[in-house]
Each structure stands twice: as structure tokens, then as C-alpha cells.
């Protein structure tokens, strides 16, 4: 007589085994027998209606079906926040993602397999060396049948191993295998997260092209303590995967404004008052915005630069004109001051052009330009819904950023230390600090371009979260 092992059913069947025998509390085997038992008894169709759940596993789910919304591979990591990660299983397939798990050894102290599996519509991989999901899938077809692989939580060993190129478990091995983008989520204890380690090994991940998204502040699993360190919000995190995929445009209908570059503010028809401001900056995050399926309009003093693709670039060269530019420009969701304007002007521009006198150098009265990004900020009406500025600081970055945020009057600030050692002002790299009314966070160097999409990242859960 053939004999037939659970292990022969077609996996949608054997999901829905498991799903009913685990509602009993019984083993697969025996619940086959429970249902043969009612066969016989009852006459096949009946029993066959009984085998179906009562609930079908989620609609929404199966990874079977080629999901619109394109698939994630989340690899669950061993903290506390491990249990976000089923609300973020189901708030990706809410988009039509289709989502696949991996759980290492101790994200399965804090969220079972079998939950994280039911929820996935098939099951969650644990073992490098299973020889059941090597036979079905393997660690290589993992890492290759995904968009993206999203790391939610990030221990701080996960970091480390991911940093170092480790391969001893399935969650590494198909990290260090995949040739597609990862987004990891860090969650972790304040000091953990502050210690030096993870912050060089955060910086090496960043270099490598890793994308982050969090930690955010506030309280830690442990009861009294609070600091940097939680694991981002499950919708904070479906922004940064739709910002990665640009799928549906993270900013899809989204109106936002940049400015960029210097001013150029004139002495007479030959001299100018200027700074040394590339707009780099400013322009990777129109670039980015774009990218994101934002409208862009990018106001922009002069720069040796190409127009973003995508984008509208207005071109302006003193102070005053960027403000009427800007001011056109507006209504605006969101408007990011990255230009580095003249904070004077000269009183009276010299129609002619100033000649050397005997009397010595001219005397230049200089008056102050508008300030931009307070003026749009203090709008009573017509006031974007968030307004970012920067500050370029050489002393005290972090304390003069805070400063600035209340005086200005805007919603967040990015502050960089422009001292000359850093090399910021018209290199490619930047190092930035995001300053809001809850506290700052410290993002670890990076490309122009990274921050930018950062920041891109931040806007979309940001206006996300002011949905909800
Ligand atoms: O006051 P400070 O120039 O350091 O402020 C920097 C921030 O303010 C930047 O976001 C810059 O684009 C913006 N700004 C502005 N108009 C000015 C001066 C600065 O929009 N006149």
C-alpha cells in the first residue's frame, strides 16, 4: 500500500494543516487522522469542508501570487521589537506586497515561527542547514527572490555580522548572498546603540549602501529608561521600503519646494558677495524627491551642476529673488531650505564699476537680506505642512541647530559642521544631524545623495504619520 507523508502535500495545503492543527493544539499527523475520523464518518465533502479553516489565512497574503506591491524578505532579528514586525508583515501587504520571513535563533524567543509563517502565508525559515527549506528554496534563492530585504529589528549583532560579511546562520548567509538593496530597522538598547562599535559598524553598512530607517527616541523596553533606540514605527518602515522600490512613489502627489546653492549678491556689475556653497545638497535632495515621484520646484542660486532630472529649476541670484521665487512657488506640502543664502547685501549696488580711489577701499553698507526660511516658516497662512531648514555651523553644530529651530520657526532642522576639516562645503559626503522638537539624531556620514534619500524617507512616513 503507497504510503503518503505530510511532507508530499502541496505546500497551500499543508499551510492550511498547519494553520487548523495549530488552532487545535495538535500535531500535524494527528490532525490528518482527526479529519479522516470525520471523513469516514460524515462522507468526504463534509470532512473536506471541515479541513478548510474557519478563517482563511489572510486573502492578502500569499507569496504565491505575484504581489503587485513587489516582495520583501523580512529577517526578523532577537529584541523586543521582534513583535512589530507582525503589524509590519501585515501593513506591507496592505500595499500588495508580498512578504517572506526568515527568523534567527532569537527573534524565535520572542515571536514564533509558525505566527510569523500563518502570517506570511507560507513558512518562516529559521535553519541554514535544514535540509527542508535548502531542498525547497535555499539560502541563495532567498536572497535572490526579493525586491528587498528589510532587517526589522537590527540587534546590535546583527549589525555586527552584517558589517563583518558573517555567513554562520540563514539571516547572515542570505545578507552577505543578496545582490538586492537592504533596509535594516536598528532597535536596541540606548547604550548599545551609542556604543562605538555599533556605530562603526552602522557607518561601514551605510558605506556599503545599507539603507537605514530609525531608531527613533523615547522609552526602552527596559521600564525607566528612555533614549535613542527604538525600533522605527511598522509604517515609518513601509515608507523607507516604498522609498527604495519608488513602486508607488512615497510622495506621489506630493508638492514640495528646495532650495539650493548660494545667493550671489552684487557690489557692482563685476563683484559679488557669494559663499562657497555647492548645491549638492540641495540638489540630490530634489533629485530624490523627484525620484520619489514628488512635484519638485528647486530654487537655485549658481551652481556648476546639472538640473535633476524631473524637476523644476528656477534660477535666481540674490537673496530677493529667491524669496520671490519661493513665495511663486508656494502652496507647497513641504519646502526644504538646503541654500546657503547671503545673510547681507550690499546697501547700494554701484551701477558702474567701483575704480580704485586714492582714498582708500570703498566703504560697503550692507543691510540684511530676508530671511527665507522664517519667513515661509511664520506664514499664517499658505504655510507648508513641513518646513525644513539647515544650518552650517563650525561651533556648537547641535546646540546652535536647536537654537535655530525655535528662532525660525521650521519643523526640523539638519545641521552639518561646515569647519573646513570636514570638507562638507563642496565635497560629496556629508555628516548631519536631524534636529526636531523631539529630540536629535545623529545620521552616520554619507554620501550627499544617502542623505538626501534619507531625508526623502523621513518626509514620506512623516506625512504618513500626520495622516493617521
Ligand atoms: O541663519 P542661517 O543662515 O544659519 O540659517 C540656515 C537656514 O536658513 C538654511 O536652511 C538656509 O537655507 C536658510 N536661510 C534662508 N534665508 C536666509 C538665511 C538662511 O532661507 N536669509
Not at 539560502?139 to 535572490?144: G, N, Q
Not at 533596509?183 to 562599535?197: D, E, F, H, S, V
Not at 573646513?420 to 556620514?445: C, F, K, Q, R
Request: aromatic share 2%; glycine share 8%.
Amino acid at each position: 500500500m503507497a504510503s503518503l507523508t505530510v511532507r508530499q502535500l502541496d505546500d497551500r495545503l499543508k499551510q492550511l494543516l498547519r494553520l487548523r492543527a495549530a488552532r487545535h493544539g495538535r500535531s500535524m499527523e494527528d490532525e490528518i487522522r482527526v479529519i479522516l475520523r470525520a471523513a469516514a464518518q460524515g462522507g468526504s465533502h463534509k470532512a473536506a469542508e471541515h479541513a478548510a479553516p474557519p478563517v482563511s489565512p489572510s486573502p492578502r497574503v500569499s507569496s504565491a501570487v505575484a504581489a503587485a506591491g513587489g516582495r520583501v524578505l523580512l529577517v526578523i532579528g532577537g529584541g523586543i521589537a521582534a513583535y512589530k514586525s507582525l503589524d509590519l508583515i501585515r501593513r506591507l501587504q496592505d500595499r500588495g506586497t508580498s512578504v517572506r520571513c526568515i527568523l534567527t535563533p532569537a527573534a524565535q524567543h520572542f515571536v514564533m515561527p509558525l505566527a510569523a509563517g500563518a502570517l506570511c502565508g507560507e513558512r518562516a525559515y529559521t535553519d541554514l542547514f535544514d535540509p527542508q527549506s535548502e531542498f525547497d528554496v535555499g539560502h541563495i534563492r532567498l536572497a535572490r527572490d526579493t525586491d528587498l530585504i528589510v532587517v526589522a529589528p537590527a540587534t546590535a549583532d546583527l549589525i555586527a555580522k552584517l558589517a563583518g560579511g558573517h555567513a554562520d546562520d540563514l539571516a547572515s548567509a542570505v545578507l552577505l548572498a543578496t545582490a538586492k538593496p537592504i533596509l535594516i530597522a536598528p532597535a536596541m538598547n540606548r547604550q548599545m546603540w551609542a556604543a562605538k562599535a555599533t556605530q562603526r559598524n552602522l557607518a561601514q553598512l551605510v558605506a556599503d549602501g545599507v539603507r537605514v530607517v530609525g531608531p527613533n527616541a523615547g522609552e526602552m523596553a527596559e521600564r525607566g529608561e528612555a533614549g535613542v533606540g527604538r525600533m522605527a514605527e511598522p509604517l515609518e518602515i513601509v515608507a523607507a521600503v516604498e522609498a527604495i522600490t519608488c513602486k508607488t512613489g512615497v510622495l506621489s502627489g506630493t508638492r514640495m519646494l528646495v532650495t539650493s546653492g548660494p545667493t550671489s549678491e552684487p557690489i557692482d556689475p563685476v563683484r559679488f558677495i557669494a559663499n562657497r556653497s555647492s548645491g549638492k545638497q540641495g540638489h540630490a535632495i530634489a533629485a530624490a524627491a523627484a525620484a520619489a515621484g514628488a512635484e519638485v520646484v528647486l530654487i537655485s542660486g549658481p551652481v556648476n551642476l546639472p538640473d535633476p532630472s524631473g524637476v523644476t529649476v528656477v534660477r535666481i541670484e540674490t537673496a530677493q529673488q529667491m524669496l520671490a521665487a519661493v513665495e511663486q512657488a508656494l502652496p507647497v506640502d513641504v519646502a526644504v531650505f538646503a541654500a546657503a543664502v547671503a545673510d547681507w547685501r550690499v546697501e547700494r549696488v554701484s551701477s558702474r564699476k567701483i575704480k580704485k580711489q586714492r582714498g582708500g577701499p570703498p566703504k560697503l553698507e550692507l543691510v540684511e537680506n530676508p530671511d527665507i526660511l522664517s519667513t515661509v516658516a511664520h506664514r499664517k497662512s499658505g504655510r507648508p505642512r513641513l518646513v525644513i531648514g539647515f544650518a552650517a555651523e563650525t561651533d556648537d553644530v547641535i546646540a546652535n541647530a536647536k537654537a535655530k529651530l525655535k528662532k525660525k520657526g521650521c519643523d526640523w532642522i539638519l545641521a552639518n559642521d561646515v569647519s573646513p576639516a570636514t570638507g562638507i562645503m563642496g565635497g560629496d559626503a556629508n555628516t548631519v544631524h536631524l534636529v526636531t522638537a523631539s529630540g536629535v539624531e545623529s545620521w552616520p556620514p554619507q554620501a550627499k545623495d544617502g542623505v538626501a534619500r534619507t531625508l526623502v524617507e523621513r518626509i514620506a512616513a512623516a506625512l504618513v504619520e500626520a495622516k493617521k
